[in-house]
């Protein structure tokens, strides 16, 4: 990684009241390294420039570690190459995190890549959301955390099931956030859960807005949640 990008990923980590930085800063260097090169072999991120992957990614994701700090087991939902989870991975070594998508090479990359960089904390399993959360998944997450994978209306069905009562849904969201939270009202209430938060956070170096929503299940999700990923698309749940 060029020295100026390393520079900018390390004040980030200390901005952000990332223990360890130096060593974190290190192991998301070599993140940074892979990502870049196998972006070139198969696209994993689009037309992205190292310091994008730096501020875009990495910091972005790490935006986040403040609200699962303490916790024991998150699960990241359509993880892709690996955001947020991998960063909170490095960065937050109590947790153990599990990464999910629905793409198989993705999880493939992420299994290979967590191996290469001695990052323990980190389960990479290949699914659907809406799938896994009929299994042993259900209701076994302090958290599950979701970036950049569907407005939030759906992302309540396929992620609140996950969670365990008492844990939260942490989705990351951008400028439009307040409408996405009011679409998503009947849901979230239907699913077993109430929006608690929406907090507005600052990503080091990045010029534009960053929410989080944080949304607390205080009940059981009824069983015929999620539904199927067809009904889930083009019948959102609504009143
Ligand atoms: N979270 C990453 C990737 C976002 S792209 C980031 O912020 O960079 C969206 C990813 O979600 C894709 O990799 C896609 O395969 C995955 N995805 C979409 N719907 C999904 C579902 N229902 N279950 C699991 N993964 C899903």
Redesign the pocket.
């Known amino acids: 990684m060029l020295p100026e990008n390393f520079e900018l990923l390390l004040n980030g980590l200390k901005e952000l009241n990332i223990k360890n930085c130096d060593s974190a800063a290190e192991v998301l260097s070599e993140y940074a390294d892979i990502l870049e090169e196998t972006n070139q072999k198969f696209n994993l ?1 689009g037309n992205v420039t190292q310091r994008d992957i730096v501020v875009k ?1 990495i910091l ?2 790490l935006s986040g570690a403040q609200y699962i700090c303490g916790m024991k087991n998150v699960l ?10 991998v960063p909170l991975a490095v960065c937050c070594p109590e947790i153990h995190f599990t990464l ?4 198989e090479k ?1 999880v493939n990359f992420i299994k290979e890549t967590a191996q290469k960089l001695n990052i323990k904390g980190i389960t990479a399993i290949a ?6 959360a009929h299994g042993k998944m259900r209701e076994k997450y302090d958290a599950c955390v ?5 407005s939030l209306n759906k992302l309540s069905e ?1 992620c609140i099931p996950f969670v365990k009562c008492g844990g939260i849904l942490l989705a ?1 969201k951008g400028p439009l956030v307040f409408d996405e939270v009011n679409d998503a009202d009947f849901a979230i209430n239907a699913l077993g859960a109430k929006t608690e938060a929406i907090r507005q956070v600052n990503v080091p170096y990045l010029d534009a807005e960053r929410n989080f929503v944080i949304i607390r299940k205080v009940k059981v999700t009824p069983a015929l949640y999620p539904r199927k ?1 067809a009904l ?1 698309k083009n019948k959102p749940l609504s009143k």
Do not use: C, M, Q, W
């Open positions: 991120l990614h972005d994701s990241d939902i359509g993880t892709g190459a690996g955001f947020p989870g999910a998508d629905a793409t993705k699914g659907r959301a809406e799938e896994l979701s970036r950049a994978v569907a396929y990351y990923n889930i």
